[in-house]
């Protein structure tokens, strides 16, 4: 239970034994290429006038007022190059096998959850991998399961990406969505802000806005009730005649590829190829203060958590210049702190004791600074060849005369 929940058990015992097993069944039983068929299916053309939005990694604030506060949709390109999973440790069926191979899942067999005949079952990563990916006769779909929870290993792979930071961060949901060419999820919405991150192959996907949520024909009862009863690929107009009316946009994601979808907008997927998505679920609750430090914050330093190493040097520059900005205001501001604290408390002084109280100082100090005048004292004869020198150091003749003058008029003691 703790190996498929994915909870620490004994500081993570089943995890550490689970790792060598993994290692040592990989060794008896060789991987088989499933590769050749990420390029199985054919690629449907899309309009540009229905086509996603497509940005090269927004900084979060436009991504904040551009798309999610306007519950737009859109594909964010360049912002997950640098994952593990795509870059260091570049995932495929191969390296899923090797990580996570003798690992129990839980798996969707048949097409759609809506259809009767649908089912899930548990099964190994390989056995999945051997009866529905490499020899398919059928569908089956690793839909939806929390994989990252349960193999900490792959989490380390792929990472959380920054626009999650405008929710609550601790409430982020993780799922893995991995499966062959032709999953379908049928036509529903969530509740939460949703990316759905491809890690390889490719898939297609229409979305829907809230708005037109009538001519969707959600089913009646409260299970379904997120789900659309028309089958997007092939709908009944009959039954359903305003679904056609029903504006869309549509887009292929392909690897390295991150989906924005606001709540409640309706989406329908179909794989395309063998695929691997991440997707992430949060809900957005903020507070006004979280709002304000999220301004300064992400105005400055558009990719703080997750950036690509060319963007880490221009924003660790940004970061600097924000810093030196700041100091200097808090200095600025003691500055100005100290000077009108001065100017206060000499107010007071001046309102507790009166003016009077002021000339009486004054008077007190000027008489103090002429107590401290030197007396005039006898001169000697150094003194006198002194004084007569800083005299009349300007006119020689003149202090000669003067010195003669303080001689016979007996001001000399020695
Ligand atoms: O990729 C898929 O098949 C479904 C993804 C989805 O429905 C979701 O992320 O909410």
Known sequence: MGLLMGAPVCGNILHEVVTVLQKKWTENHPVVDAEQDLNKSQIPDILPCNAVPVVSCPSILSFQSEFMNKQRAVVIKDSMDFWPALSTRKWSVNYLRRIAGCRTVPVEIGSKYT??????????????????IVNATSVGY???HQLFDQIPQLQDDVLVPTYCCLGESEDVDMNAWFGPCGTVS??????????????????YIRLYAEEHSAKLYPHNGALLSNTSQVDVENPNLERFPHFSDAPFLECILEEGDMLYMP?????????LSISFSFGLTWLEVRKPIQEFFMFLIIENIPEVFTVSPQQEIRNNAKILF????????????????????????RKRVLERKGFGW????????????????????????????????????DSPRASIASICEDASAGRVLD
Request: glycine share 2%; charged share 25%.
């Open 115 to 132: 259809e009767e005949s649908w089912s899930q079952s548990l099964m190994t990563v390989n056995d999945f991998i051997d009866k529905y």
């Open 322 to 345: 924000i810093i030196i900005i700041v100091l200097f205001l808090i200095s600025l501001l003691l500055l100005i702190i100290t000077k009108v604290v001065k100017w206060i408390s």
């Open 358 to 393: 002021v000339k009486k100082q004054t008077r007190r100090v000027e008489r103090r600074e002429k107590e401290k005048t030197p007396v005039k004292r006898p001169l000697s004869r150094t003194n006198i060849v002194q004084s007569g020198f800083n005299q009349y150091k």
């Open 186 to 203: 049928p036509l529903h919405h969530d509740p939460k802000h949703n990316f759905l991150a491809q890690v390889f192959g490719r898939k």
């Open 263 to 271: 709540p409640k907008m309706w989406h329908f997927i179909r794989s």
């Open 142 to 144: 690793l839909a939806q």
